[in-house]
């Protein structure tokens, strides 16, 4: 490629679209399906599919513990992973703004290949359209994955009922946190958690198959999807704050910006709704694997106050935990 | 002491004192860690909480929004916000719904970058806050100032908190019986500017245990008829407070009367730019005219920021007036008193 920035030519179909392809995508993303270079893959599947999309804009697109790239696939694998799906295929499509380093892109690219191929998902379909400067903020990228359902499994809110623990993979927040962090000149040594979950999810789900639903923590954090569970399942959650595992610096950026550490983000932490009598089996299964090493269990379901979330305070006082206000807006004061 | 300690011993006081107490938490980030805590919910049945007008974007009246909507609309106008200023309805619209240029910053500094980034542009940062903020945006005047950056302006709603509390207490209708005193502001201020208070008042700190220390102080205080002025917030807040900001902040400010939303114009309760730096003040260099404001007749904003009245008596809470479309202030921002109240479920609940 001669070009060090990408220009409209690389969108519209010609000879430098072709070399972008050539050059950056095929060699990066290489599968029997994509490399047939049809309009449409053809893909082989044994069971029932999960499908899910989701589309990415963070800004910075380079930032502690992840770039845009690796968010692209961790996102959508997670989403797949929590449906109780093994992930297979990945479309990827990718929007460009005119005058975007080409570097950066193949930066992107190395990290959505490798994170790729840790899930063992393959990249077999995608798109590139470049915009006019100013009409877009670098990169934006689109994925769709499809997953096999695990045999036997059902998740969903529907099998939640009272009695039943709640577990949580990790620290919570640390995402949010340090995107925060890197955009506002905190200095921290916080790390996205951004990471792909679908290995630890098929380990949880050998151990017990009848977990009953599991959840990303991504966006609103803990509080949106314990409200998003409760409402759904229409059962109440009392978790418990001091059992709620978030780093000192997480707590400490929230102080200083404002923020309750229930509403950050995470990109590589989920959320387990599973029957009492075999939590302790699943967190042991969890806390082998990388991504759940920091597992516990965090609160139960409860009979009354249905349809609400509790948590016990750390002065032993119980307080509603309600959906997030939306945006993350720092106090002033 | 530990949280509980302390708790026991605000029982043990508050069954001497046989009366109903009311304590006003003068800060809204004291209003937001007590809802956050569940403090309201563990204290004796006649130990009140009231929130007070320590919320800044709350207290902030119409008109200041009105201008700042105003200004939006100059196309050679970039207005830099505190996010939270953002969603605060003025007397017909917010900030958010202006089309105009609105850039949220998060440190006054910030708005140096962006009068360099845009020299064409006429950069107008809203100046908003109490004492905690105030040196900081002082500071940025004086960069502004050696660097000759002309193009950037300040459009002024500084408030002083001491003066302020000393209107709403000489209200008889206020009933409060202590105060928990705003620990940013008193970082900056010293407890020596709220030693002229009559009342039991202490210099709190954020944490749930500092909370209910303070607490724990002024009902013992209470107790004992003692009207003193305390501080259990030590290890930031000292008598004098911080003398360099104080240097800062006189350098470039001078204290004015001031209008605050729910208590109304206040003597001596504000700051402006001073004549020498008067060049950075927008409504000298830009003057407009807005028509006068008429608030909401059905918000009861102001009688929430003196403590008369608590957020479910407004029959808008709740129902029209939620955080993500209110119809004031105190909803509007997150530290604002109805929307704590909305977001954590008010004082009592059962699980």
């Not at chain 1, 990388?290 to 106050?305: D, L, Q, R």
């Not at chain 2, 007590?34 to 204290?43: E, N, T, W, Y």
């Not at chain 2, 009231?50 to 200041?64: A, E, Q």
Request: proline fraction near 6%.
């Amino acid at each position: 490629m001669n070009s060090e920035t990408i220009t409209m030519a690389h969108g519209s179909g010609g000879l430098a679209s072709q070399n972008l392809l050539r050059e950056l995508i095929l060699p990066n993303f290489s599968n029997p399906a994509l490399d047939e270079l049809n309009d449409g893959a053809i893909l082989n599947v044994k069971s029932k599919i999960a499908v899910s999309t989701d589309s990415f804009i963070i800004r910075p697109i380079f930032f502690p513990g992840g770039n845009i790239g690796k968010l692209s696939i961790c996102g959508t694998v997670n989403d797949l992973a929590v449906s109780g799906a093994i992930p297979k295929y990945l479309t990827a499509s990718v929007i460009l703004e005119e005058g975007f380093p080409i570097d950066d892109l193949k930066t992107i690219v190395a990290s959505m290949s490798k994170v790729a191929r840790e899930v063992g998902i393959q990249i077999v379909t995608g798109d590139t359209k470049v915009v006019e400067r100013g009409s877009a903020d670098g990169i934006f990228i689109n994925t769709t994955g499809i997953g096999e359902v695990i045999d036997g499994v059902n998740l969903s809110p529907r099998n939640v009922q009272a009695g039943m623990k709640i577990l949580v993979s990790g620290f919570l927040g640390d995402h949010s946190a340090a995107i925060l962090s890197s955009r506002h000149g905190l200095e921290t040594n916080l790390e996205s958690d951004c990471a792909p979950l679908s290995k630890l999810t098929q380990e949880m789900l050998a151990t017990e198959k009848n977990i009953a639903a599991m959840r990303d923590i991504t966006r609103g954090g803990l509080a949106e999807v314990l409200n998003e569970i409760a409402t759904e399942s229409n059962v109440g959650i009392l978790i418990d704050e001091e059992k709620i595992p978030i780093r000192d610096e997480v707590r400490g950026v929230c102080e200083i910006l404002g923020f309750d550490p229930l509403n950050l983000a995470n990109e590589g932490k989920l959320i387990a709704f599973v029957p009492s009598e075999s939590a302790e089996k699943i967190l042991d299964t969890m806390r082998k694997n990388p991504f759940g090493k920091n597992a516990c269990e965090i609160g139960e379901v409860v009979t009354n106050s249905r349809g609400r979330v509790g948590m016990k305070t750390s002065i032993g006082s119980i307080r509603v935990v309600d959906f997030p206000p939306g945006e993350l807006v720092p106090r002033i004061c | 002491m530990s949280a509980e300690e302390f708790l026991k011993s605000i029982r043990d006081s508050a069954s001497k004192i046989s009366r109903k107490i009311r304590l006003m938490e003068v800060c809204g980030t004291h209003t937001v860690s007590i809802f956050r805590a569940g403090i309201r919910q563990l204290l004796p049945k006649n130990i009140e909480l009231v929130s007070g007008p320590g919320c800044p974007v709350c207290v902030t009246s119409d008109d200041f929004l009105d201008k700042a909507i105003e200004y939006s609309k100059n196309p050679n106008i970039i207005i830099a916000t505190f996010g939270d200023m953002l969603r605060v309805p003025g007397s017909k619209s917010t900030l958010r719904e202006s089309t105009g240029d609105i850039r949220a910053i998060y440190s006054p500094l910030d708005s140096i970058r962006i009068a360099q980034e845009n020299p064409s542009k006429t950069v107008i940062f809203l100046a908003v806050g109490f004492e905690t903020t105030a040196p900081t945006a002082a500071a940025t005047i004086l960069e502004a100032n050696r660097l000759k950056l002309e193009n950037l302006k300040f459009l002024s709603a500084q408030k002083l908190v001491p003066p302020a509390l000393k209107i709403l207490l000489s209200d008889p209708a206020a009933q409060i019986d202590g105060l928990l005193l705003p620990g940013h502001v008193a970082v900056v201020t010293g407890v020596k500017a709220f030693e002229f208070l009559q009342i039991p008042s202490v210099v709190a700190g954020f944490k749930p245990d500092e909370i209910l220390r303070a607490i724990d102080w002024l009902l013992s205080r209470i107790a004992e008829n003692r009207s003193e002025v305390g501080n259990c917030y030590e290890s930031v807040v000292h008598r004098d407070g911080n003398p360099q900001a104080q240097k800062i902040l006189d350098s470039v400010y001078e204290v004015a009367d001031s209008n605050w939303r729910g208590l109304g114009l206040i003597p001596k309760s504000g700051l402006k730019i001073r004549q020498e730096f008067e060049r950075f003040d927008v409504e000298k260099i830009i003057p407009i005219q807005i028509p006068e404001s008429r608030p909401n007749p059905n918000c009861r904003c102001g009688e929430v920021l003196r403590g008369s009245i608590i957020p479910t008596d407004c029959k808008l809470f709740g129902k029209i007036c939620k955080p993500e479309h209110a119809t004031g202030p105190c909803m509007a921002s997150v530290e604002g008193t109805c929307s704590a109240w909305f977001r954590y479920g008010g004082s009592h609940f059962e699980f």
